[in-house]
């Protein structure tokens, strides 16, 4: 049974940091892509980052480059995203997710083309 995990959530003031990370187990991780997604209320799942499964490409939303950082330990099963100079409108429930080999920008920005989703983590960014 493949889960992921997600945590690291929580409540930071606008110019603050936060690291999510995600614990993956039931997958032979280092075969997959991992990305990270989020939606804020009454809107569309969105994607914010990725890192292909062999750790030498990491992709973003244009939204988050040079604020986020995604990185990945193959030997931990685990997946983080180094979140610094937090805004407002980056508050949405963050999701981890796991795609076999997805390669090419235009696949790993997908929702549909992750398999496996975490249940979430909230992030709260305060002005």
């Known amino acids: 049974q493949v889960q992921l995990v997600e945590s690291g959530g929580g409540l930071v003031q606008a110019g603050g940091s936060l690291r999510l990370s995600c614990l993956a187990s039931g997958l032979t991780f280092s075969t997959y892509t991992m990305g990270w997604f989020r939606q804020a209320p009454g809107k569309e799942r969105m994607f914010v980052a990725a890192?292909?499964?062999?750790?030498?490409?990491?992709y973003y939303a244009d939204s988050v480059k040079g604020r986020f950082t995604i990185s990945r330990d193959n030997a931990k099963n685990t997946v983080y995203l180094q979140m610094n100079s937090l805004k407002p409108e980056d508050t949405a429930v963050y999701y981890c997710a796991a795609g076999p080999r997805v390669r090419g920008f235009s696949a790993i920005v997908r929702v549909t083309s992750y398999k496996y989703w975490g249940q979430g983590t909230q992030v709260t960014v305060s002005s």
């Open positions: 890192i292909s499964w062999s750790n030498d490409s990491t």
